[in-house]
């Protein structure tokens, strides 16, 4: 396997596509909509997804997709996958979050194929959490010392997971910070609003600092801005956040819109004036890595406000595209809320510099080429080992 490898990485990349197995734990929760996105956006890759079970199927109508047995998520073996690798087609590993790396690698190590992993916030924190030994999350903790020791290359969806990964003893040189990005097209720059509305965009979970939001909007109301709030999304805290809208007064300004689909939010972001994302690390140690939903707003001319945390820092540059504070600091938020509710050229100006930003860093086309040259490094570097 390795010696075919070193023969499709001679000369030019290859005159066939590179033939990659892509790891998902399912595919696909409308969560991890990125996925998908980079798939539409290979250009010399031939991709087969490998997963336990499907969602979607409309929405992601992604054709090459194995579908592990119902025992494959206790075993970590899957006998449809074995009979799909048992013809050396393919040329590397690649899985999406940790989880489905410690059942890629498996895979991997019988085949003698390099493994990538793209680790996107949850999975890392995971590791060091007494969260790990719960039976959802087991056979990832029991994986996971030979994931680490095995990945060829760690991609990692912020500067702060590489550090956090590096702390648990993998070296510099297996990992690198890659970043998601976002299809450009989809979003229409719009710089100025007739009616302000704000918008929160995310699942209703802890991490994602929702009350801290609801009370950012309230403070900036309180400095005399009027405004819509709008939020985009299900989860467990829906009747808290609806009690505690109530509580501070601005229940009848705030709408909880529930889930929408792709094409409803980025028609939403483009009559947003301002993006909040008051992300926070969860108790659990859960958090954000690189927040898509802050790149798309930034893309169709909602200037975001972000803290800092995770990777919202590299997709906002305080000041000059947006505003950062610092986590659980609703009244900074607030603040800066109100001045950009309260003075429309300069957030047009952000909103314009917000724009440049994702075209010169987060264009979705130029990063997934990034990866198809990153694919091409690593099965160039595994050919040279098996020469050694």
Same mark, same amino acid.
């Given at each position: 396997?390795a010696?075919?490898?070193?023969?499709?990485s001679?000369?030019?990349?290859?005159?066939?596509?590179?033939?990659?197995?892509?790891?998902?734990?399912?595919?696909?929760?409308?969560?991890?909509?990125?996925?998908?996105?980079?798939?539409?956006?290979?250009?010399?890759?031939?991709?087969?997804?490998?997963?336990?079970?499907?969602?979607?199927?409309?929405?992601?109508?992604?054709?090459?997709?194995?579908?592990?047995?119902?025992?494959?998520?206790?075993?970590?073996?899957?006998?449809?996958?074995?009979?799909?690798?048992?013809?050396?087609?393919?040329?590397?590993?690649?899985?999406?979050?940790?989880?489905?790396g410690?059942?890629?690698?498996?895979f991997?190590?019988?085949?003698?194929?390099?493994?990538?992993?793209?680790?996107?916030?949850?999975?890392?924190?995971?590791?060091s959490?007494?969260?790990?030994?719960l039976?959802?999350?087991?056979?990832y903790?029991?994986?996971?010392?030979?994931?680490?020791r095995?990945?060829r290359?760690?991609?990692c969806?912020?500067?702060?997971?590489?550090?956090?990964?590096?702390?648990?003893?993998?070296?510099?040189?297996?990992?690198?910070?890659?970043?998601?990005?976002?299809?450009?097209?989809?979003?229409?720059?719009?710089?100025?609003?007739?009616?302000?509305?704000?918008?929160?965009?995310?699942?209703?979970v802890?991490?994602?600092?929702?009350?801290?939001?609801?009370?950012?909007?309230?403070?900036?109301?309180?400095?005399?801005?009027?405004?819509?709030?709008?939020i &985009?999304? *299900?989860?467990?805290?829906?009747?808290?956040?609806?009690? #505690? =809208? !109530?509580? $501070?007064?601005i229940? /009848?300004?705030?709408?909880?819109?529930?889930?929408?689909?792709?094409e409803?939010?980025?028609?939403?972001?483009?009559?947003?004036?301002?993006?909040?994302?008051?992300s926070?690390?969860?108790?659990?140690?859960?958090?954000?890595?690189?927040?898509?939903?802050?790149?798309?707003?930034?893309?169709?001319?909602?200037?975001?406000?972000?803290?800092?945390?995770?990777?919202?820092?590299?997709?906002?540059?305080?000041?000059?595209?947006?505003?950062l &504070?610092? *986590?659980?600091?609703?009244?900074?938020?607030?603040?800066? #809320? =109100? !001045?950009? $509710?309260g003075?429309? /050229?300069?957030?047009?100006?952000?909103?314009?510099?917000?724009?440049?930003?994702?075209?010169?860093?987060?264009?979705?086309?130029?990063?997934?080429?990034?990866?198809?040259?990153?694919?091409?490094?690593?099965?160039?570097?595994?050919?040279?080992?098996?020469?050694?």
């Amino acid at each position: 396997m390795a010696m075919r490898c070193a023969i499709a990485s001679a000369g030019m990349a290859s005159s066939r596509p590179r033939r990659v197995a892509l790891f998902c734990t399912n595919f696909l929760p409308t969560s991890q909509v990125f996925v998908y996105e980079q798939l539409r956006q290979y250009r010399r890759s031939e991709v087969e997804v490998f997963a336990w079970r499907r969602f979607h199927r409309e929405r992601f109508p992604f054709p090459r997709v194995h579908l592990a047995e119902p025992s494959y998520v206790v075993r970590g073996r899957s006998r449809r996958f074995s009979r799909a690798f048992r013809d050396g087609r393919f040329d590397l590993v690649h899985a999406h979050f940790g989880p489905a790396g410690a059942y890629a690698r498996r895979f991997a190590a019988q085949h003698d194929l390099p493994l990538l992993v793209t680790f996107h916030g949850y999975d890392v924190p995971l590791l060091s959490s007494p969260r790990r030994f719960l039976p959802l999350h087991l056979p990832y903790a029991l994986g996971s010392p030979a994931l680490l020791r095995e990945l060829r290359l760690g991609l990692c969806a912020s500067a702060e997971l590489l550090q956090m990964l590096r702390g648990l003893g993998v070296s510099e040189d297996r990992l690198r910070v890659h970043h998601l990005g976002i299809d450009l097209d989809r979003f229409r720059f719009v710089a100025t609003h007739p009616a302000p509305l704000v918008t929160m965009v995310g699942r209703l979970v802890e991490k994602k600092g929702f009350d801290d939001g609801l009370r950012a909007f309230a403070h900036a109301r309180q400095l005399g801005q009027v405004a819509r709030l709008a939020i &985009v999304g *299900e989860g467990e805290r829906l009747a808290s956040l609806q009690s #505690l =809208a !109530r509580a $501070l007064g601005i229940a /009848a300004q705030v709408s909880f819109l529930g889930s929408r689909s792709n094409e409803q939010v980025a028609e939403l972001l483009g009559q947003t004036s301002v993006l909040l994302a008051p992300s926070v690390v969860a108790r659990d140690g859960n958090r954000e890595s690189g927040l898509i939903v802050v790149k798309e707003a930034a893309a169709a001319g909602a200037v975001p406000i972000g803290t800092r945390h995770g990777g919202i820092p590299d997709s906002i540059e305080h000041g000059v595209t947006g505003f950062l &504070v610092a *986590e659980h600091d609703h009244r900074s938020m607030g603040e800066h #809320l =109100a !001045r950009l $509710l309260g003075d429309e /050229a300069s957030r047009a100006q952000l909103a314009r510099a917000a724009r440049a930003k994702m075209e010169r860093e987060f264009d979705n086309r130029r990063l997934v080429a990034e990866l198809e040259d990153i694919y091409d490094e690593v099965c160039e570097s595994w050919a040279r080992r098996a020469t050694r």
